[in-house]
T-cell receptor, first 115, second 111 residues
Framework: DVKVTQSSRYLVKRTGEKVFLECVQD?????MFWYRQDPGLGLRLIYF???????EKGDIPEGYSVSREKKERFSLILESASTNQTSMYLC??????????????FGAGTRLSVL | EDQVTQSPEALRLQEGESSSLNCSYT??????LFWYRQDPGKGPEFLFT???AGEEKEKERLKATLTKKESFLHITAPKPEDSATYLC????????????FGSGTRLSIRP
């Protein structure tokens, strides 16, 4: 079974802190994604990566950065956390094959509260 | 603009009462349409992929169908354990690498 593991289920941070969210997958997938999920807004793509050290901006990259130094690990960084970044953050991975890119395997999510 | 719209937002059914969830999309060059199930406090779980109009996929009490403008997720004789949020996503449009998710339908099945 594919496993995508997010380092924390719940996080509470203060405004202005630098926050790291970690994600690891064990299926050797080329693609990895970071989303945030808010009520009524669905899943919105923050960043995705299609290879080590490669990244592309999603729909809402402002205030976030990412790092992918190894194939299995994709990190989301909030440079200076703000209250409007309080949300559920979901990591996903998928194989490279074009038609299967939408078959994504998700982690359990990290619920981040910024106070 | 590429868009995915799901309806209804929420649906409450009695156990055994069949119904359908709708996913309409405006995406040029559809490469794939995907259905996911999400339980509270968990990440979405992949259910089906549909690639072309007329295609159908089935899994237990769920059946997904696709036309050129929309997809339906039919649920036949649902059970309480089918309660979840069902998400639709499409790949295609202005950026073939992008996956666009709808905001989901929250399905609740009463025993």
């Amino acid at each position: 079974d594919v496993k995508v593991t997010q380092s924390s289920r719940y996080l509470v941070k203060r405004t202005g802190e630098k926050v790291f969210l970690e994600c690891v997958q064990d299926m050797d997938h080329e693609n990895m994604f970071w989303y945030r999920q808010d009520p009524g807004l669905g899943l919105r793509l923050i960043y995705f990566s299609y290879d080590v050290k490669m990244k592309e901006k999603g729909d809402i990259p402002e205030g976030y950065s990412v790092s992918r130094e190894k194939k299995e690990r994709f990190s989301l960084i909030l440079e200076s956390a703000s209250t409007n970044q309080t949300s559920m953050y979901l990591c996903a991975s998928s194989p490279r094959t074009s038609g299967r890119r939408g078959i994504q395997y998700f982690g359990a999510g990290t619920r981040l509260s910024v106070l | 603009e590429d868009q995915v719209t799901q309806s209804p937002e929420a649906l409450r059914l009695q156990e055994g009462e069949s119904s359908s969830l709708n996913c309409s999309y405006t995406v040029s060059g559809l490469r794939g349409l995907f259905w996911y199930r999400q339980d509270p406090g968990k990440g979405p779980e992949f259910l089906f992929t549909l690639y072309s109009a007329g295609e159908e996929k089935e899994k237990e009490r769920l059946k997904a169908t696709l036309t050129k403008k929309e997809s339906f997720l039919h649920i036949t004789a649902p059970k309480p354990e089918d309660s979840a949020t069902y998400l639709c996503a499409v790949q295609g449009g202005s950026s073939a690498s992008k996956i666009i998710f709808g905001s989901g339908t929250r399905l609740s099945i009463r025993p």
